[in-house]
């Protein structure tokens, strides 16, 4: 009776990322199914001797990552799948590895998940005024005035979403049961999409200036860049609130600046350019903003998300099974 070979297979990630990433459940899963040293990660393919690298057939990636570039490519030649247990592969990974058939997964959809949770904490607040009173509040109590502030509150406030990305997607699903109007603006959506039976498509102009919170979702693309700019914030409400979650480049941060100070709109943002801002950058100091540390993506337990998808991912490729999330090549130009 012959036994069937176990891929082998290697993690190519920051050394401490598999403990993070993977339960020790995960872990005797992976052991299980693939020839796989679970104690040891590449951070240098050039490390590796070139005997090792011609006979891995599965490659486990995740953030810090060695580039997978064309000569590291011709090195593996059995090498069948490349699984990452994170979000974009753009950063890491060739576009030769789609040409010689490589299957590629992530665990963007994954990642998906805190985000949107962050984002919806985050409307939530954001329509009952609390980035007001973060700073205020502290220092005056009385800062709070209910019949100075009729429109605080989220019964039927417009919440535009910019994006039907798989954050943007996830948001409008978290969105559902409360009371809110939900806008979603995206040149790529389809007409029969089912996101739509959640939120009315508008375009992007119409969006900003009926929504009273904007959620920024798009991926960063040249035509992406810049694409929140001084003249959709100009139809947005006084106070209305800009939250950016996506990459800091698709808002206009010099034209948000000074929206904030001269119009009194509100600004969540976990993104910024730079990351972090400066000490004496004016946003730290403006009323209504709120600056968080690139913190709303996988964090802390959140990551064996990312892990048990990665896992998943293994365990169908051994199986000769589909992709649950198959990462293609054209896929890449729109995503982030």
């Known amino acids: 009776m012959t036994h069937r070979r176990k891929p082998v297979a290697a993690f190519a990630m920051r ?63 059995r090498l069948a799948a490349v699984i990452h247990a994170a ?8 576009d030769q590895a789609w040409d010689r058939g490589i299957r590629v997964t992530s665990a963007a959809s994954a990642n998906a998940y805190p985000v949107a949770e962050y984002t919806l904490a985050m409307i939530l607040l954001a329509g009952k005024r609390v980035p007001d009173y973060i700073r205020g509040y502290a220092i005056d109590p009385r800062v709070y005035d209910e019949s100075a502030d009729p429109a605080i509150g989220n019964f039927h406030r417009t919440v535009g979403i ?25 040149p790529y959506l389809d007409a029969d999409d089912p996101v739509l039976a959640s939120a009315t498509r508008v375009e992007l102009d119409e969006l900003f200036a009926a929504s009273t919170i904007v959620s920024v979702h798009a991926p960063l693309l040249p035509e992406t860049v810049g ?57 730290r100091a403006l009323d209504g903003v709120v600056l968080t540390p690139h913190v709303a993506g996988a964090l802390g337990t959140e990551l064996r998300r990312l892990g048990e998808c990665a896992r998943r991912e293994v365990e169908l490729f051994v199986a000769g099974e589909p992709a649950e999330h198959p990462v293609t090549k054209e896929a890449l130009i729109a995503v982030a």
């Open 15 to 77: 050394p401490d990322l598999p403990a993070l990433l993977f339960s020790a459940d995960d872990l005797a899963v992976l052991s299980e199914v693939l020839d796989l040293d679970t104690a040891t990660t590449v951070e240098d393919f050039a490390a590796v001797g070139i005997d090792r690298l011609a006979e891995i057939d599965v490659l486990i990636t995740g953030w810090g990552s060695p580039h997978i570039g064309e000569a590291e490519l011709r090195a593996m030649p």
């Open 87 to 94: 979000g974009t592969v753009k950063g890491h990974l060739h």
């Open 162 to 186: 910019v994006g039907a990305s798989r954050v943007g997607r996830r948001v409008i699903e978290l969105l559902r049961p409360f009371d809110l109007d939900v806008l979603l603006y995206d």
């Open 227 to 283: 694409m929140v700019g001084r003249a959709q914030l100009a139809l947005l409400p006084d106070g209305a609130t800009v939250i950016n979650t996506a990459r800091a480049p698709i808002v206009d941060q010099d034209a948000l600046t000074t929206a904030v100070r001269e119009r009194g709109l509100r600004a969540v943002l976990d993104v910024t350019d730079p990351e972090p801002l400066p000490v004496d950058h004016p946003l």
